[in-house]
């Protein structure tokens, strides 16, 4: 696997796309489901956090396209090449953008209109997050419910990923009972969506991998341990927060607020490391069954 630097310029990018994607459609999530449990001052905060991230994600869409023509030329002038850019968008990569940047100004737009995250919200953040499911590997693959699967994962990723940001604001904002309500309204509902989120992408991965032996004896089966690792990881720092952190949280425990924000600090690392890894899995590192 030879990585230049306009791959590794592109696999940077992606990743920041993927942060801020998910970021922006997990928040909104967020937003729906702990609504009772906010007051007037956090629906202020967190929706701003957002309208950040979907300005970083849409520009990230943009520098994506010109850094793949770029990688693609191995130069720069690649950027400029009319031929190569509409390589590029017609590819794949134009329609995911037109779709994941519809979906995030209609789910900003509809958060900071209504002053909630509504019906509008909630399909412009699923529209903006499963865009990644309709173009690369996934689609490429085009085995039955790949795509299907792929989009089902992502949900389920910006579900959990994007809840963090919107935690972490909350956990510098308001006192230890009400921030341990919204952080056990997470976790309840989180089992679901980790349950989900594992499935499928266990099922997206056997498809692309092709067999197991792959794991071990291909440069992209090695990334995807590397990232079957870092997702452990998280799982238990979650299930540190769950069982340990958030039930002192409840019970008014400032030092567990403390914990909890180095841990939250912490998730954040290593889900930036995941999707690291996953933008160099769908960027330069091609999978096995389709080689």
């Known amino acids: 696997m030879n990585v230049g630097v306009w791959d590794g310029a592109a696999v940077l990018v992606k990743?920041?796309?993927?942060?801020?994607t998910l970021g922006t459609a997990g928040g909104v999530f967020f937003l729906a489901y702990s609504r009772s449990l906010l007051e007037p001052g956090d629906r202020l905060a967190i929706p701003r956090s957002l309208c950040i991230l979907a300005t970083v994600a849409i520009a990230a869409s943009a520098a994506r396209v010109l850094l793949t023509a770029a990688s693609m030329s191995e130069d720069a002038a690649g950027m400029l090449d009319a031929r190569l850019l509409a390589m590029v968008w017609h590819g794949g990569e134009g329609r995911a953008a037109m779709l994941r940047a519809g979906g995030l100004l209609l789910a900003v737009f509809a958060v900071a209109r209504y002053g909630r995250a509504?019906?509008?919200?909630?399909a412009g953040a699923a529209l903006a997050a499963t865009s990644f499911a309709w173009v690369g590997h996934a689609r490429a693959a085009a085995q039955g419910a790949t795509p299907l699967l792929l989009g089902v994962h992502v949900l389920a990723v910006a579900f959990w990923l994007g809840a963090l940001g919107p935690l972490a604001i909350l956990a510098r904002r308001v006192e230890p009972r009400r921030l341990g309500a919204v952080a056990a309204r997470f976790g309840r509902i989180a089992l679901a969506f980790v349950g989900v989120l594992v499935a499928a992408g266990a099922a997206v991965l056997w498809i692309l991998l092709g067999s197991v032996s792959e794991l071990w004896t291909s440069s992209y089966g090695w990334l995807a341990c590397a990232k079957i690792a870092l997702v452990a990881c998280l799982l238990a720092l979650a299930a540190w927060n769950k069982l340990r952190l958030v039930p002192r949280i409840v019970a008014g425990d400032p030092l567990a607020v403390r914990s909890l924000r180095r841990s939250i600090?912490?998730?954040?690392v290593v889900a930036g490391l995941i999707l690291l890894i996953t933008a160099a899995l769908t960027t330069v590192a091609g999978p096995p069954s389709m080689s």
């Open 15 to 20: 990743a920041a796309l993927y942060a801020a």
């Open 118 to 122: 509504g019906s509008l919200a909630l």
């Open 265 to 268: 600090r912490a998730e954040m």
